[in-house]
């Protein structure tokens, strides 16, 4: 199975920081990697596809991108409601797996 | 819009079976798959397997090998998680996502969850 690695697992931030979350994949796995954001109680919702394409109706400050097997996922400015949990997954090979997740809280 | 609404929460004792049902709206629902997800409590997110909706063709997680099936209904659109020989470790919310297409293999669409509590 690939392994996905997220860093930080959890950080303090405050409105308006630049926050930068990196997921490296064990392997090769291209462009096939995507970002989710899961607030408490609710269920994940897809933030980006194929490592940098933002999914329709999400805000601009969220970006993707990659380097080899190591992907970033950048909010530019962070607002009260993107205090969240945020997960990388691969889709390359099955299993799809995902990290850990890091927490994104308040400072 | 698209949606996909799951059954309501269930209790299960150990050796039961569940299953879990979640219905497309809104698209063409052969387009597409099925992917199934769980997070136990506290934990991250685990994936379980996906179904396509035009083949019927799955592929499942090997943690659950033998022991899950995913089917869909087109009449119906509407998807099908069963899980059996429920442990414990079973407890969990259970997701049903969207599967898009071969060239972005992503999860877009969410259901709501169906909480699992096995217990004795």
């Known amino acids: 199975d690939i392994q996905m690695t997220q860093s930080p697992s959890s950080l303090s931030a405050s409105v308006g920081d630049r926050v930068t979350i990196t997921c490296r994949a064990s392997?090769?796995?291209?462009?096939?990697l995507n970002w989710y954001q899961q607030k408490p109680g609710r269920a994940p919702k897809s933030l980006i596809y194929?490592?940098?394409n933002l999914q329709s109706g999400v805000p601009s400050r969220f970006s993707g991108s990659a380097s080899g097997t190591d992907f970033t996922l950048t909010i530019s400015s962070l607002q009260p409601e993107d205090f969240a949990t945020y997960y990388c997954?691969?889709?390359?090979?099955?299993?799809?797996?995902f990290g850990q997740g890091t927490k994104v809280e308040i400072k | 819009q698209v949606h996909l609404v799951q059954s309501g929460a269930e209790m299960k004792k150990p050796g039961a079976s569940v299953k879990v049902s979640c219905k497309a709206s809104?698209?063409?629902?052969?387009?597409?798959?099925i992917s199934w997800v769980r997070q136990a409590p506290g934990q991250g997110l685990e994936w379980m397997g996906w179904?396509?909706?035009?083949?019927?063709?799955?592929n499942y997680a090997e943690n659950f090998q033998g022991r899950i099936t995913l089917t869909t209904e087109t009449s119906t659109t509407t998807a099908y998680m069963e899980l059996r020989s429920l442990t414990f470790d079973d407890t969990a919310v259970y997701y049903c996502?969207?599967?898009?297409?071969?060239?972005?293999?992503?999860?877009?669409?969410w259901g709501q969850g169906t909480t699992v509590t096995v217990s004795s």
């Open positions: 392997q090769s796995i291209s462009n096939f």
């Open positions: 194929s490592a940098s």
């Open positions: 809104g698209y063409d629902f052969t387009n597409f798959g």
């Open positions: 996502a969207r599967r898009t297409s071969v060239t972005t293999l992503c999860m877009d669409v």
């Open positions: 179904i396509s909706a035009y083949t019927g063709i799955t």
């Open positions: 997954q691969q889709s390359f090979n099955t299993p799809w797996t």
